[in-house]
Nanobody, 111 residues
Framework: QVQLVESGGGLVQPGGSLRLSCAASGSIFSINTIHWYRQAPGKQREWVALITTGSTTNYADSVKGRITISRDNTKNTMYLQVNILKPEDTAVYCC?????WGQGTQVTVSS
């Protein structure tokens, strides 16, 4: 089992940036791919991005160009850099590995 803890969310004005973190512990050797998802109020969970152990990345079309996913294997931490934030980016952002989920971190974009 993998434990995932997200951090870095907060309140930011439109056009701003945030870097979200996902710290992994436990059976990290079993992780191949880390995914980021987000869920806005009243909406279904949306897949955002992934990164593999080989650092291959992929992004949802809705965020491509504004989001960068990366990982620091020395810290067992994955990052999601979100730029040019829009009000529609407001959501709880969660990371996922195998069948395990973090508790999420709230991102609110508002002036």
């Amino acid at each position: 089992q993998v434990q995932l803890v997200e951090s870095g969310g907060g309140l930011v004005q439109p056009g701003g940036s945030l870097r979200l973190s996902c710290a992994a512990s436990g059976s990290i050797f079993s992780i191949n791919t880390i995914h980021w998802y987000r869920q806005a109020p009243g909406k279904q969970r949306e897949w955002v991005a992934l990164i593999t152990t080989g650092s291959t990345t992929n992004y949802a079309d809705s965020v491509k160009g504004r989001i960068t996913i990366s990982r620091d294997n020395t810290k067992n931490t994955m990052y999601l850099q979100v730029n040019i934030l829009k009000p529609e980016d407001t959501a709880v952002y969660c990371c996922n590995a195998n069948m395990d989920w973090g508790q999420g971190t709230q991102v609110t974009v508002s002036s």
